[in-house]
């Protein structure tokens, strides 16, 4: 039976300000990437986030990112190393205060957004966020785009490397994500399901050009912010379980 991890962005709001529907998808996913307040979230989000991923046994990874609250971390920044480093401690740090105080922990980390896309082939950034994560604790995973140099650095230190599939989003030739400006970078609802079955089952993708990509992840993304997040979450999980696929987290217990 083929196994594999569902996860989505979780705890993307800040104050008042709610974009994703927290726990209706921590009750559909096996893993959580929760935003540590650089593009969103704040403490008693991460905190709710926390408790409740530790409740229904999700497990939490942190979605670390620019600081950019104002753009939600979708907008490049060039920043010196020793910066981006000691952010993403500070983001990853913040978050295990939570899910220590939820009796569980921080298993993985994921870039979010701009900062996701730049460590593909950004060598500085990409080396940044591997010291980071040296830094803090070597034991965590890291979840990323296969190919993308972030894990290439990642494994060569003895990272735990995670490659990651996206049900929503749409591929370049290349394996990589069409920017969301450009046509072709979000992929319809109804075609969710069967996309994500062929991720899990053959272990490929269809590119935007119509060519079928390699696509051997261990875990599946939905967009939490995308619209019909839950529902769309839902309707993967239940394809994926139709077609004998086995739901669990990556991370060891």
Request: with cysteine; glycine share 10%.
């Amino acid at each position: 039976m083929s196994t594999i991890d569902l996860n989505a962005d979780i705890g993307e709001g800040f104050g008042r300000w709610s974009l994703t529907d927290d726990a209706g998808l921590l009750d559909v996913v096996t893993s959580a990437n929760v935003a540590c307040g650089f593009h969103a979230g704040d403490p008693a989000t991460m905190q709710r986030v926390c408790r409740l991923a530790a409740e229904r046994g999700v497990a939490i990874g942190a979605q670390v990112s620019y600081r950019d609250l104002a753009g939600f971390g979708r907008r490049f920044i060039e920043v010196e190393s020793a910066e981006l480093t000691a952010d993403v401690i500070y983001q990853i740090g913040a978050l295990e205060a939570f899910a220590r105080a939820a009796g569980t922990r921080v298993s993985y980390v994921k870039p979010h957004g701009a900062l996701y896309n730049a460590v593909v082939h950004h060598e500085a950034q990409a080396a940044a966020l591997v010291a980071a994560v040296l830094s803090y604790d070597g034991q965590l995973d890291v979840l990323g785009l296969p190919g993308s140099r972030w894990l290439a650095l990642a494994g060569e230190v003895g990272l735990r490397t995670v490659a990651e599939g996206f049900v929503d989003r749409g591929y370049t030739a290349q394996g990589t994500l069409v920017p969301r400006s450009e046509v072709g970078a979000f992929v319809e609802e109804s075609a969710m399901p069967a996309r994500a079955v062929r991720m899990a089952r053959e272990y490929l993708v269809d590119a935007v050009d119509g060519s079928s990509i390699p696509a051997a992840v261990e875990s599946l993304c939905v967009h939490g912010d995308s619209p019909g997040a839950l529902a769309n979450a839902r309707a993967v999980r239940a394809a994926l379980e139709g077609a004998g696929v086995r739901l669990a987290a990556f991370v060891a217990e």
